[in-house]
């Protein structure tokens, strides 16, 4: 696996592993944005909060976003007004407006490179120019400027990126080195009494809100948060409502100064960028090459994608890459996240579904989250409503995404394995392997050692595809991934994969 330029450049205070039966008013699982606001804004109002997080706080899709805060979700304002009406995509910018808000808030008192930056949504494609426009008419229509929210159509020239034929602008938008930020929230949470665990997989919720670790640890708590990505096991059904996808992000010196600020195309080839303060002035993030989590086979072939747009597109030979990584997100079908109480139990709440735009969007669903903790209404409880089913449209496209789920189960039984056998296997390389006539998933280590599991997830048993960019074993149905000898690291799966 590659380390983001965020983690490799902040220090994440260490915790413990929980032990034993606790007790607290809120648990709130997941050591990401999400988790460690919720669990701040919570201990602010004087709830009683544990924090539980299976691996390392921020180690996860929150420490390797993009790092950028902002209403603006490449475009959608026109797009939900038409599918969920006005008063609905309204909601969602003041939802968004309001995290952006709070994490200035949050944010004040953490050291975090956090600046003030316009952010542009723009096409190089002139077929596409229509679409912008049509997004500046929405906003314009939905009256985006009484929330405060100062949206125009920009010149192209000032987005500072070649080929630019048309730009939408939301101005006074935010970007932060996430690593930063998440270690001053988790800081801020001690500061505030919150008791935070590491290390500390929760496998089981019940719908009385108590959880329990892996390692024997128990906290019954009057709410159970899950802030898990995609909450775990069967939880809600959120596994078969979202599609997982995976990003991948390079950290690059350009040869002049970077554009400041934020963009992201609607080209056919996505491309998301921000400036890289610690890079220096010519220091640029370039994120993109997404795909649906478990179906592409070369994944490296998504770096040198990205590689080769900034190369063509500064007209350099060589491009220096200082960091590489990538991070996991999940879709929902009718474009807006899960958050709130599930349906199976008002003890137990989640916020899933971010598509991409986690550090607004997960902001605002910690502010409903703490409101519902504390009994008090909040405007976007129905828009996030996490019990809502979803209209016929949705419908449909959640029983489409699921036929697509069957194929995956289906096609574990077609899958090719590596000719040679295990001797073939060079070091740093896994995949499949036919032994004595059936799959193996195996890994060579740096120490030549070999790693055999069972490539089957302990999720649903769906057939699990061999990552090469990041060493890892993505499951195509729901997102779970394992690292080379099993141990998982994103659910909904609740155990390691079985040693073979
Ligand atoms: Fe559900 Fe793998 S994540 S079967």
């Known amino acids: 696996m590659n380390d983001s330029v965020w983690l490799a450049t902040a220090t994440m205070p260490r915790f413990e ?20 606001t919720t669990a701040l804004l919570a201990a602010q109002e004087g709830a009683e909060v544990v924090l539980l997080e299976g691996g390392r706080i921020g180690a996860r899709t929150s420490g390797n976003t993009t790092g950028k805060v902002t209403a603006q979700h490449s475009l959608i304002y026109a797009d939900l007004a038409k599918r969920h009406g006005s008063e609905k995509a309204e909601l969602y910018a003041a939802a968004n407006l309001a995290g952006v808000e709070e994490v200035a808030r949050l944010g004040e008192s953490i050291d975090c490179e956090l600046i003030r930056a316009p952010a542009y949504t723009y096409t190089t494609d002139p077929d596409r120019a229509h679409r912008i426009a049509a997004e500046v008419a929405a906003t314009t229509e939905l009256g985006l400027s009484a929330l405060g929210l ?86 809600g059904g959120y596994f078969a409502r979202t599609r997982p996808s995976r990003s991948y992000g390079i950290a690059v010196q350009l040869p002049e100064p970077a554009p400041r600020g934020m963009a992201i195309s609607i080209d056919e080839q996505v491309r998301s960028t921000r400036p890289w303060p610690g890079g220096g002035p010519n220091g640029l993030i370039v994120v993109g090459g997404s795909h649906e989590t478990g179906t592409v086979e070369d994944t490296q072939g998504r770096y040198q994608g990205l590689i080769d747009w ?14 590489r990584w990538s991070a996991q997100d999940y879709n929902t079908v009718d474009m807006l996240p899960y958050v709130g109480r599930t349906p199976e139990s008002s003890a137990i ?103 055999k599991v ?11 595809s061999w990552n090469p960019a990041e060493s890892t074993w993505d499951c195509p149905c729901h997102g779970s991934r394992f690292t080379p000898t099993g141990t998982i690291l994103d659910g909904p799966a609740t155990k390691p994969l079985h040693p073979r």
Not at 167 to 175: C, E, G, K, P, V
Not at 312 to 321: C, F, H, L, M, N
């Open 454 to 464: 069972s490539p089957v997830c302990t999720h649903m048993g769906c057939a699990l």
């Open 310 to 323: 900034v190369a063509s597109t500064w007209g350099v030979d060589e491009v220096a890459v200082e960091y």
């Open 150 to 235: 100062d949206v125009a159509l920009a010149d192209a020239g000032e987005v500072g990126l070649p080929g630019v034929v048309e730009a939408i602008r939301f101005d006074n938008q935010i970007q932060l080195h996430p690593g930063l930020y998440l270690a001053g929230l988790a800081s801020a949470l001690v500061d505030e009494g919150v008791r935070v665990y590491e290390h500390s997989r929760v496998v089981d919720v019940s719908r009385k809100g108590r959880v329990s670790t892996e390692g024997g640890a128990a906290v019954d708590a009057r709410y159970a948060v899950l802030a898990t990505l995609l909450p775990i096991g069967m939880t």
């Open 17 to 36: 592993a929980a032990a034993g039966e606790l007790r607290a008013d809120v648990v709130v699982v997941g050591g990401g944005l999400i988790g460690l």
């Open 349 to 451: 709440l989640v916020a899933t579904g971010m598509r991409k735009w986690g550090l607004s969007n997960g902001t605002a669903a910690a502010m409903l989250l703490r409101d519902v903790i504390a009994g008090r209404d909040n405007p976007w409880t129905e828009l996030y409503d996490a019990r809502r089913i979803g209209g016929p449209r949705a419908v449909a496209e959640m029983v489409k995404d699921n036929l697509k789920v069957s194929k995956a189960f289906a096609a574990g039984h077609l899958r090719r394995t590596l000719k040679g056998g295990a001797d073939h296997l060079e070091v740093g390389q896994g995949g499949l392997l036919d032994v004595d006539g059936s799959t193996v998933g195996a890994y060579r280590d740096h120490d030549g050692n070999l790693h």
